[in-house]
């Protein structure tokens, strides 16, 4: 037994000798950061999520890029020049090249472009592009590319025609949709290529499926002399285990846009002022299905919108400094913050409720119980706790929780089979439209509460056609007004990226669409924090 | 005995046709497919997608290509784009290897304290140890791996938190999984032994005046071991290709992930492929149980 203890406690001496030595090797610049998952796919054709857009966005670059500010800046693109009518635009590409040394041309825009609209092609994004002449037409088969306002005149000159005069057309070449795809990768194959060639600040050097995927910096990205990091980790980790390893001074990053963060450990990482916070361009509300009873009545929406305590939500249950909601637009993305209702009206709700009583003709106890359903996640529980006992509280009915796995969630809100759900949009692009367009039409598969009003729907045309921004942004505004007084949504609070990130590291960005930018990521004199 | 080994050959093929029928349509009975998520796509777009993953096409006629397919051991792409068994191939290994130092460490462990427990009967090391085998067998692996990771990484710095890669990085894992096994085992040799050692071939060993060692290891753990096959199987499968929990919490890019990934993420093929191979290592590891207990027990053969 002696032996044994004695065995054990060389051999722990033993692994912490080790692991000393290889902290020791630090000369290079290393970034880690914690991903909650692998991207769906390193071709930007076929990604879709938040945390795939930002694996895309450290190692592509398209047309347009925004900077460390939000701003969206020239890329690739040494220049832009739009004409007067706002529906013509001619990108002036830089000289630069992919990962592999090959000169990068307008033709490869215009190929990956079309190659995303290819009819065939089973790519999730294309409706972006819709808003360029002709590749809705093109998509379904009906004129060929010729006529889709997509042509590279030479290597140099991309000619982009719109449909419309499109403000916020330069943040979408912005997004990771309108990225370059390199003719390599093009092929079509059955397999997905293991090689990823791209043309952005970092290049892959490995991918570990489901482990840990190595970034390293791209020698033939044409700014490469201001990146300064060299290898970058993007390792798969639990919530628990990514925030233990920070602690633990092994992890730089971890939390949102790429990870989440324990919702338990918030309340006590706000106090030790070790969270960071960022505005989202992201709305959290719940979905109304206004052709299901009660809910189908405007007067009960509004009543269980005004009946919301979100201050209390966002301060005892979220904890992550969201800001209560009013409206729909972020504050982030919008012209000015309007308040539509003022937040825990429970008297003004009351009699919303009495009043819709009197119009339905039936007494309080006869109003049928109301079923809030969510997703199974830990926030979205915690969250229809918290909204089950103020709406039972403010009108002495039976609010019932339904909790369901995430995709079942989805599916049966997306099918009507609600009649309040959780629900959530972040921006794809920083606009006011981007949110208010989902409720444009009921057959938008973003909508899914039924509602359409023709008003709503005159108005964000009227907005599509209108090239003065002022102008645009009273008529978005008379739309979102319309919006909050039929209220197919309540809206809940403005979400907040919240992340730690080791005080080493600066000149990250991070925009309100959660897309990170490591460009011009540094780490501060590192010897000085060795023991 | 060759006619012994055919039935169970066949009988272990027939189990994966039930298996993969089975499990085919209770998939596509949950609702959702790969593509339902929060942030919808559009509907137009939507099918477009369902179309061209064949999911659009009659239920039977998906569940005859898949057939097809598996039956020349093609599983198919992933929606992630890459082959099921590819995927397999580069995860099992790791779960594996994790496995086998589980299964080594249960083993070792186990029977020894069984053993110990056995001999120390009534006294109070035994019941310490079959107090401490109760409370292996109730406590769950993630509240053990959590408490390892605190205790014995971020307390005491002894072992790295998780990851995978080094001998050290796989030392809590194992135990985490280890500890239930161990818990069943010493429990399942102890009651055996204890047993054995009242039974009169073992009294006479004793009146013969043979060395107590000997009498336990040539004789007692013998007898005392053979119920520990049957558990054996079952056990080397479930450990073989990865626990979810464990692989989760120590970042450790094993099989066992995907079994759950798969669905929540309505990776069809994946779902598949995942179940077809766990089944087969479950059945095969029974088969190879049946065999050897048959060669010890002549009676199982002949009571088919």
Not at chain 1, 137 to 142: C, D, I, P, T, V
Not at chain 2, 110 to 132: D, N
Not at chain 2, 228 to 249: D, H, M, R, W
């Amino acid at each position: 037994m002696k032996k044994l203890f004695s065995l054990i406690i060389i051999g722990s001496l033993l692994f912490t000798a080790c692991k000393k030595d290889s902290q020791s090797k630090n000369e290079s610049a290393v970034i880690k950061i914690a991903f909650d998952h692998d991207p769906t796919s390193l071709d930007p054709r076929l990604g879709y999520d938040l945390l795939t857009a930002n694996a895309l966005q450290m190692i592509y670059e398209g047309l347009m890029r925004i900077d460390y500010h939000g701003n969206v800046v020239p890329g690739i693109a040494e220049s832009v020049d739009i004409s007067p009518d706002h529906k013509t635009y001619t990108f002036l590409l830089r000289e630069s090249s992919w990962s592999n040394g090959t000169p990068l041309t307008a033709y490869d825009f215009q190929e990956s472009w079309k190659s995303i609209l290819n009819p065939s092609f089973p790519a999730p994004n294309a409706y972006q592009f819709y808003y360029i002449k002709g590749a809705k037409a093109y998509k379904e088969g009906k004129i060929p590319f010729e006529e889709v306002g997509i042509k590279a005149n030479d290597p140099k000159h991309l000619v982009v025609e719109l449909e419309n005069p499109t403000p916020f057309f330069l943040k979408l070449v912005s997004s990771f949709f309108y990225l370059p795809v390199s003719s390599e990768m093009r092929q079509p194959s059955e397999k997905m290529r293991e090689e990823v060639i791209s043309n952005g600040p970092y290049k892959l050097n490995q991918w570990k499926r489901n482990d840990e995927l190595i970034l390293v910096k791209n020698p033939y990205y044409w700014d490469a002399k201001v990146v300064s990091i060299d290898k970058m980790a993007l390792t798969i980790l639990d919530e628990n285990t990514s925030f233990k390893l920070f602690e633990m001074d092994h992890l730089d990053r971890a939390g949102s846009p790429t990870a989440t963060l324990p919702q338990d450990a918030m309340a006590s990482l706000k106090h030790q002022h070790l969270l960071k916070v960022k505005p989202a361009a992201a709305t959290h509300w719940f979905r109304f299905n206004t052709e299901a009873h009660p809910m189908n009545h405007v007067k009960i929406r509004k009543a269980f919108n005004k009946a919301l305590n979100r201050k209390d939500i966002v301060e005892h249950v979220t904890q992550g400094n969201q800001i209560p909601a009013t409206g729909v637009v972020p504050p982030t993305v919008s012209w000015k913050t309007v308040h539509y209702f003022s937040d825990n009206d429970v008297p003004g709700a009351w009699e919303l409720f009495q009043e819709a009583l009197i119009d339905m003709n039936i007494d309080k106890d006869a109003f049928p119980p109301v079923t809030l359903t969510y997703a199974a996640t830990d926030r979205d529980h915690k969250i229809a706790q918290a909204v089950q006992q103020q709406w039972t509280k403010a009108f002495g009915i039976k609010i019932d929780l339904q909790r369901l796995e995430p995709k079942i969630f989805s599916e049966n809100v997306l099918n009507g089979h609600y009649q309040i759900a959780t629900g959530s949009w972040y921006a794809d692009f920083s606009d006011p439209i981007n949110f208010l367009e989902i409720f444009k039409y009921k057959a938008n598969a973003s909508n899914r509460t039924k509602w359409e009003n023709s008003d709503y729907i005159h108005l964000l045309n009227a907005s599509a056609k209108e090239t003065d921004s002022l102008k645009r942004s009273k008529i978005l505004e008379q739309a979102e007004a319309i919006l909050m007084d039929q209220m197919p949504v309540a809206p809940l609070f403005f979400a907040t990226f919240n992340y730690l990130e080791n005080d080493n590291i600066g000149g990250v960005g991070l925009s309100n669409l959660g897309i990170l930018d490591f460009k011009y990521a540094y780490i501060e004199d590192t010897n000085a924090n060795l023991p | 005995m060759i006619k012994f080994i055919c039935q169970k050959i066949f009988s272990l093929f027939a189990t994966l046709l039930v298996l993969l029928t089975l499990t085919f349509f209770l998939m596509k009975l949950i609702p959702g497919d790969p593509f339902t998520d929060e942030k919808a796509l559009p509907h137009e777009v939507h099918q477009a997608l369902r179309i061209h993953y064949g999911l659009e096409d009659p239920l039977n006629q998906q569940y005859l290509n898949y057939l097809k397919s598996a039956f020349r051991l093609d599983f198919g792409p992933s929606f992630q784009g890459r082959p099921v068994s590819q995927i397999i191939q580069e995860t099992f290994p790791i779960s594996a290897l994790l496995g086998l130092e589980a299964i080594f460490l249960a083993l070792s462990v186990g029977i020894s304290l069984g053993v110990f427990a056995a001999l120390q009967q009534h006294k109070w090391q035994a019941h310490a140890i079959l107090l401490l085998a109760s409370l292996g067998i109730s406590i769950p692996s993630f509240i053990l791996a959590v408490l390892l990771q605190y205790v014995l990484s971020i307390q005491l710095n002894l072992f790295p938190l998780a990851r995978w890669g080094t001998f050290q990085q796989s030392i809590l894992p194992s135990i985490a999984l280890a500890a239930m096994p161990i818990a069943y085992i010493t429990r399942l040799v102890h009651n055996n032994l204890s047993e054995v050692l009242k039974s009169d071939y073992i009294k006479t060993a004793h009146s013969k005046g043979l060395p107590p060692f000997k009498i336990i290891m040539n004789h007692a753990l013998k007898n005392s071991l053979s119920p520990l096959l049957p558990y054996f199987g079952q056990l080397a499968a479930n450990i073989l290709v990865g626990s979810f929990v464990v692989e989760k919490i120590f970042g450790i890019p094993g099989l066992g992930q995907w079994f759950v990934i798969s669905v929540f993420n309505r990776d069809y093929p994946m779902i598949m492929g995942t179940t077809l191979f766990y089944s087969f290592v479950l059945l095969f590891l029974l088969f190879i149980a049946d065999i050897v207990q048959s060669f010890l027990d002549p009676r199982i053969r002949t009571s088919i």
